[in-house]
């Protein structure tokens, strides 16, 4: 099979040389942004979107006829778009991992597969919470892989309208602490205060 990883984030690396060890499977890296011409001249079989910063476009979705597969780490249809495991804790919406079709909408698409997470505010970082998501989003691929390039899922549409954020909303929280070795309970303070509800 010939596959097609997009990434820009090296903790996506693990998942991608893991493919990289599966018999009779051809992956490639790719961090640039992609384009209709590409993808016809590369021909994929599957498209692996993680942590890939670059919209793609409809000509491309069209093209890959539900074949573009998307990992992100949050329970959606909560916190789609940028940072959502910060905005998880902000917001107390359910945290967890999904790994959906890719769509024209960001985070929209039907969801293959889900998993719901749980963490001890008091004793949980920003990053120690990050690095488990990421854990537990390439455990759930790996398991369910040769379900994935099969065209035997029934991909289950996303209920409710959830939430989604951008970078300059992420950015605007970021610069209000000093590390991501910050607790999840002081986090939610320090942004309690930043909107006066303290």
């Given at each position: ?32 942004r992609i384009n209709i011409d590409f993808v016809r001249n590369f021909k994929p079989d599957i498209i692996i979107s993680y942590n890939y910063k670059y ?144």
């Open positions: 099979m010939r596959i097609l990883f997009l990434t820009n984030n090296k903790i996506s690396y693990e998942l991608y040389n893991w493919i990289k060890t599966k018999e009779n499977e051809d992956v490639t890296l790719f961090e640039d919209i793609v476009k409809k000509e491309v979705i069209d093209y890959m006829k539900n074949k573009i597969v998307n990992l992100h780490i949050s329970l959606l249809p909560c916190n789609k778009g940028a940072s959502p495991n910060l905005w998880s804790f902000l917001e107390d919406t359910p945290k967890g991992v999904t790994i959906h079709l890719l769509d024209e909408g960001l985070d929209t698409g039907d969801i293959l597969f889900q998993k719901k997470i749980y963490f001890d505010e008091s004793k949980e970082t920003l990053k120690s919470s990050y690095i488990k998501l990421h854990q537990e989003i390439q455990k759930l691929f790996k398991e369910n892989w040769n379900k994935i390039k099969s065209d035997n899922l029934v991909p289950i549409p996303q209920v409710g309208a959830g939430s989604k954020h951008f970078i300059k909303d992420s950015n605007n929280i970021m610069s209000l602490i000093d590390s991501w070795d910050i607790t999840i309970l002081e986090l939610k303070e320090i942004y309690k205060k930043s909107k006066g509800d303290l």
